[in-house]
């Protein structure tokens, strides 16, 4: 059995991508965000796995979600917050984030073991452009390898890997992918990825200006 989770919290105006402000307004902001985890939630249902789980940092779980357990986020900061998924999931997890829009089964078809044979590699893990990581998979969920590692660095990535390869665990990289944080990335996610919702609202927002 394989899990799925997407970490997201409630996209309300003001609470989420306050980077994007401005050259977005808080309201724009929180709609692009509200896309980019439709988007995610959207590719994640139609993933070949027994199991999918929003851990959620809301009140009201967007419609995306149904079919999907909703488990809320716990307290503390990013690490202890992601180490206590990797303790309380049983069975193989891979877990993504709700920045990547542009995700696709095939980008995440290797932490899966789809059409691979080889069960050589003990979890995955997928690199963000700027220096963090988008996807974080583990054939034996432990949150010790997580809790402790400094987030939101660009050094995140290098310092994650670090630990799961000081843990004994053999690590696969997934493609390297651009998280949406700055109006800058927003709009190459939004080229990258041109058919999302994502990329259809920021073209209508901006008039593909921005």
């Known amino acids: 059995m394989t899990a799925v989770a997407v970490i997201a919290k409630e996209c309300r105006p003001g609470r989420v991508k306050t980077r994007l402000t401005p050259p977005f307004m808080p309201e724009e902001a ?31 779980a967007p419609e995306a979600a149904a ?6 986020q716990s307290s503390g ?33 290797a932490a899966l073991g789809v059409g691979d044979t080889d069960h050589s590699t003990d979890a995955w893990l997928g690199p963000a452009a700027d220096g963090g ?19 939101s660095r660009d050094d995140t990535g290098r310092l994650q890997l670090a630990r799961l390869e000081a843990a004994g665990l053999v690590v696969g990289l997934l493609d390297e992918l651009t998280d949406v944080d700055t109006a800058e990335s927003a709009a190459s996610v ?3 990825a041109p058919d999302t919702r994502f990329a259809r609202l920021h073209r209508e927002l901006t008039g593909g200006r921005r």
């Open 30 to 60: 929180a709609a692009l965000a509200a896309a980019a985890l439709d988007d995610t939630l959207e590719v994640v249902a139609a993933l070949p796995v027994d199991r999918r789980v929003l851990y959620f940092d809301g009140e009201a």
């Open 77 to 109: 900061d990013l690490d202890e917050r992601l180490a206590h998924l990797f303790d309380a999931v049983d069975e193989p997890l891979l877990l993504v984030g709700m920045d990547t829009p542009q995700l696709t089964g095939a980008l995440v078809a």
């Open 190 to 192: 939004a080229l990258a």
């Open 67 to 72: 079919g999907f357990d909703v488990l809320a």
């Open 133 to 151: 990581f988008w996807a974080l998979a583990m054939r034996e969920p432990d949150g010790a390898v997580i809790r402790g590692v400094p987030m």
